[in-house]
């Protein structure tokens, strides 16, 4: 099978193309035939040799295949969860090695959902690392109805799928984007909008319970004035050091960095709410498999609408 590997950590020069063998499965795994792997930034961070974690904790191979998310068909099982010709999506393995970059992955049946039979293999491939986040995320701060929710980057690929996230669980939801997306950003169902480009939040908005950060420590700073006392922020990018933990102090503000994990019980709620049509994919763009590194390339530029996946 075709697979890509990363030679060593740098550019996108360095992921290749190389024929492998089928990867056998273990107990409790079964075997996809991948149609769908979708882009993050995680994959090129990682691919540089940085990220949340450093390109030599998940791996002290020479030759790593990236990738996490993927949608595909069972052509194995040694699980009792899904039967060979299953349409199964999920988010393989992280933090780890996923291997998702290959024509066929061994992945834990755990870890996965059957794909709702409403979507594409497309949409389900996305629909996996950027909702898990958010669902994550907004599990661990307890939202609730009527809960007053400022979502940063509401445009991306966390960003959009976390506006519909908030919304269905009832919040009141504050968008941040570029007043280009903000149309987009609009048809999400936020409340209100804030192109951060020309509006300052102290300016827009106040008295927020909940601070998802997808940008980085300036936009934690900038975000506190906002913050209601005894409010919360949750970045998915920048970890707590001192310095900023000690600025969340006279706000009386409840602030951490948490990371996705793989989860087949969200999977499978997440799968509920596809096929419902109370969540959707926005899929802005596809590539082919010999287009990897095009992909990096675009989820590097930090200008994604929504999602991007690679074909297989």
């Given at each position: 099978?075709?697979?890509?590997?990363?030679?060593?950590?740098?550019?996108?020069?360095?992921?290749?193309?190389?024929?492998?063998?089928?990867?056998?499965?273990?107990?409790?795994?079964?075997?996809?035939?991948v149609k769908s792997?979708?882009?993050?930034?995680?994959?090129?961070?990682?691919?540089?040799?940085?990220?949340?974690?450093?390109?030599?904790?998940?791996?002290?191979?020479?030759?790593?295949?990236?990738?996490?998310?993927?949608?595909?068909?069972?052509?194995?099982?040694?699980?009792?969860?899904?039967?060979?010709?299953?349409?199964?999506?999920?988010?393989?393995?992280?933090?780890?090695?996923?291997?998702?970059?290959?024509?066929?992955?061994?992945?834990?049946?755990?870890?996965?959902?059957?794909?709702?039979?409403?979507?594409?293999?497309?949409?389900?491939?996305?629909?996996?690392?950027?909702?898990?986040?958010?669902?994550?995320?907004?599990?661990?701060?307890?939202?609730?109805?009527?809960?007053?929710?400022?979502?940063?980057?509401?445009?991306?690929?966390?960003?959009?799928?976390?506006?519909?996230?908030?919304?269905?669980?009832?919040?009141?939801?504050?968008?941040?984007?570029?007043?280009t997306n903000k149309?987009?950003?609009?048809?999400?169902?936020?409340?209100?909008?804030?192109?951060?480009?020309?509006?300052?939040?102290?300016?827009?908005?106040?008295?927020?319970?909940?601070?998802?950060?997808?940008?980085?420590?300036?936009?934690?700073?900038?975000?506190?004035?906002?913050?209601?006392?005894?409010?919360?922020?949750?970045?998915?990018?920048?970890?707590?050091?001192?310095?900023?933990?000690?600025?969340?102090?006279?706000?009386?503000?409840?602030?951490?960095?948490?990371?996705?994990?793989?989860?087949?019980?969200?999977?499978?709620?997440?799968?509920?709410?596809?096929?419902?049509?109370?969540l959707k994919s926005?899929?802005?763009?596809?590539?082919?498999?010999?287009?990897?590194?095009?992909?990096?390339?675009?989820?590097?530029?930090?200008?994604?609408?929504?999602?991007?996946?690679?074909?297989?």
């Amino acid at each position: 099978m075709k697979t890509i590997v990363l030679v060593e950590p740098g550019s996108t020069a360095n992921l290749k193309i190389k024929e492998v063998s089928v990867p056998e499965i273990k107990i409790d795994e079964v075997l996809i035939k991948v149609k769908s792997i979708s882009i993050n930034p995680v994959d090129a961070k990682t691919r540089q040799g940085g990220g949340v974690y450093k390109y030599g904790n998940v791996s002290k191979q020479t030759e790593l295949v990236l990738g996490w998310d993927i949608s595909g068909v069972v052509t194995e099982s040694k699980s009792g969860l899904f039967n060979v010709g299953d349409e199964v999506f999920g988010m393989v393995n992280f933090p780890g090695v996923g291997n998702a970059y290959a024509e066929y992955i061994a992945a834990p049946a755990e870890h996965l959902a059957l794909k709702p039979a409403e979507i594409s293999h497309d949409e389900a491939a996305a629909a996996t690392l950027a909702p898990l986040t958010a669902l994550q995320v907004f599990t661990d701060a307890g939202i609730k109805k009527g809960d007053r929710v400022l979502i940063h980057a509401a445009s991306g690929g966390v960003g959009h799928y976390a506006v519909q996230l908030a919304k269905y669980l009832g919040a009141y939801v504050i968008g941040t984007s570029s007043a280009t997306n903000k149309d987009f950003v609009l048809s999400l169902g936020v409340d209100e909008h804030i192109d951060y480009q020309t509006q300052t939040l102290a300016d827009s908005t106040k008295d927020i319970d909940f601070v998802l950060d997808c940008l980085g420590p300036d936009n934690i700073i900038n975000s506190l004035p906002v913050i209601k006392n005894g409010g919360k922020i949750i970045s998915i990018v920048t970890q707590f050091n001192d310095a900023l933990t000690e600025k969340l102090k006279p706000g009386n503000i409840d602030g951490k960095f948490m990371l996705v994990k793989s989860n087949g019980k969200d999977m499978h709620f997440l799968a509920k709410l596809l096929a419902e049509g109370k969540l959707k994919s926005h899929v802005s763009k596809t590539f082919s498999f010999d287009q990897m590194a095009e992909a990096h390339e675009q989820i590097e530029s930090a200008r994604t609408v929504g999602k991007i996946v690679v074909n297989v």
